[in-house]
Antibody
Framework: QVQLQESGPGLVKPSQTLSLTCTVSGGSISSGDYYWSWIRQPPGKGLEWIGYIYYSGSTYYNPSLKSRVTISVDTSKNQFSLKLSSVTAADTAVYYC??????????????WGQGTLVTVSS | DIQMTQSPSSLSASVGDRVTITCRASQSISSYLNWYQQKPGKAPKLLIYAASSLQSGVPSRFSGSGSGTDFTLTISSLQPEDFATYYCQQSYSTPPIFTFGPGTKVDIK
């Protein structure tokens, strides 16, 4: 059974960089069968996809966040990470990591981490 | 960019009711549509992928239909554990870009 677990600071100051890591267990990121993604949800609001990475390091980001987002992978630790720069209060959200599976050319999020709340405040 | 809308934004229903939620895409997305259920304080859970395929382990009272721009999630007989928020999500592009609908909250009448 695949499990994902987010970790990182729960409080970030405005203008600083938010950094989170997702540790995957029960499966290998290096298998090449999946993409690995970050998604966020502001309190009381809907879901916003941030971006994804393949084990090889290739990435794709939400155009609305692209200028501030970096997703990286460490296959030796079976982890992938998110950095979001120049944060403001609008970046306060629960951040989820998730596995992206495919069904032909259709992609969906089949396993999710429990989520971690990151608050941007001085 | 493909925009997703859902209707209604919320509904009240009773146990045993048949519930239908609609999702509409701003352009045709073929069957590239997935549905998720989210309970308070929990991560979303995949229910339906490819518009009508039931994810393993999901009860058969959940079903999905549609293609093109209009899609439906149906719960045939609402159970107490089904009170939650439901999101549709599209991934119609290569490489995939993911967009979620705004959600439909199902609560107890």
């Amino acid at each position: 059974q695949v499990q994902l677990q987010e970790s990182g600071p729960g409080l970030v100051k405005p203008s600083q960089t938010l950094s989170l890591t997702c540790t995957v267990s029960g499966g290998s990121i290096s298998s090449g069968d999946y993409y690995w993604s970050w998604i966020r949800q502001p309190p009381g609001k809907g879901l916003e996809w941030i971006g994804y990475i393949y084990y090889s390091g290739s990435t794709y980001y939400n155009p609305s966040l692209k200028s501030r987002v970096t997703i990286s992978v460490d296959t030796s630790k079976n982890q992938f990470s998110l950095k979001l720069s120049s944060v403001t209060a609008a970046d306060t959200a629960v951040y989820y990591c998730a596995r992206v599976a495919d069904y032909g050319d259709l992609y969906y999020f089949d396993y999710w981490g429990q989520g971690t709340l990151v608050t941007v405040s001085s | 960019d493909i925009q997703m809308t859902q209707s209604p934004s919320s509904l009240s229903a009773s146990v045993g009711d048949r519930v239908t939620i609609t999702c509409r895409a701003s352009q045709s997305i073929s069957s590239y549509l997935n549905w998720y259920q989210q309970k308070p304080g929990k991560a979303p859970k995949l229910l339906i992928y490819a518009a009508s395929s039931l994810q393993s382990g999901v009860p058969s009272r959940f079903s999905g239909s549609g293609s093109g721009t209009d899609f439906t999630l149906t719960i045939s007989s609402l159970q107490p554990e089904d009170f939650a928020t439901y999101y549709c999500q599209q991934s119609y592009s290569t490489p995939p870009i993911f967009t979620f609908g705004p959600g439909t909250k199902v609560d107890i009448k």
